[in-house]
């Protein structure tokens, strides 16, 4: 596997969860990091313990990736600050449980405008950069973007589309040397849920579902590959995900 240390990656969704661990994942591998989010004060609590911990180059840049203009510019930020792009996580993302039947619209449209626009802004400002550099573009899916997922059907389309998505552009852009990954986990201890009520975190024990480090584990793999290589898509579900089918 190629060394990541010095490179230049960008996270959507950074301020916890997911894009945290791979924050902390990627900074003590040595990578520089522009760190995208909503809630600013965590974003910046975060940058600081990596500089200190680890000497690196982090930016917090607090961003919405619902809004394409402000998607734009924490990527022209991240080019800015950290000279280049070597890597994007498109990790944003919010899941909302709901009958089709009863699901109000706004819930509908806040699952499809953060994971499905959201990953495509990310994408598409980026792609520029990681041409120049050979980079990669790693999305993070879900379990529920390949399996049905009866009492969520929504936020399941939206990972299907991300999948379906990643794997089209992964065609379009190979050429141009530019690797595209797709990081599907099953559940995963994080505050995910929590617009609703109990989160993940919350809901399992320690121990019981995968944490976020593994999935950051999962996401470095996929940063770390030779530049003819990309890892087309990584399942890492927990052990058990499957009992009883």
């Not at 626009?117 to 973007?145: C, I, K, N, Q, W």
């Amino acid at each position: 596997m190629r060394d990541i240390d010095g490179d230049a990656v960008a996270i959507t969704g950074a301020s916890s969860g997911i894009g945290a661990a791979t924050a902390r994942t990627l900074a003590a591998a040595g990578a520089d990091l522009a760190l995208g989010a909503r809630r600013e004060e965590r974003l910046a609590d975060l940058a600081a313990e990596l500089r200190d911990e680890h000497g690196v180059t982090v930016e917090a840049i607090p961003v919405d990736v619902t809004d394409s203009d402000r998607v734009d510019g924490f990527i022209a930020a991240a080019v800015d600050a950290l000279g280049g792009l070597d890597g994007l996580v498109a990790n944003a993302g919010i899941g909302l449980a709901g009958d089709v039947g009863s699901m109000p619209d706004e819930d509908y449209r806040a699952m499809m405008d953060v994971n499905t626009d959201g990953a495509f802004y990310a994408a598409r400002a980026a792609l520029p950069h990681l041409r120049e550099s050979a980079g990669t573009l790693v999305f993070v899916a879900s379990f529920a973007g390949e399996y049905p997922r009866p009492g969520n059907p929504v936020y399941a389309a939206t990972k299907w589309w991300v999948r379906g998505f990643a794997h089209s552009l992964e065609g379009s852009v190979g050429e141009d040397g530019v690797a595209v990954s797709v990081v599907n986990p099953t559940e995963v201890r994080t505050e995910f849920a929590s617009e609703q009520g109990e989160s993940f975190e919350e809901r399992f024990d320690e121990g019981e579902v995968t944490d976020p480090t593994a999935i950051a584990d999962g996401i470095r793999f996929c940063l770390s590959q030779e530049g003819t290589d990309t890892v087309s898509e990584l399942d890492l579900y927990r052990r058990d995900k499957f009992s009883g089918w």
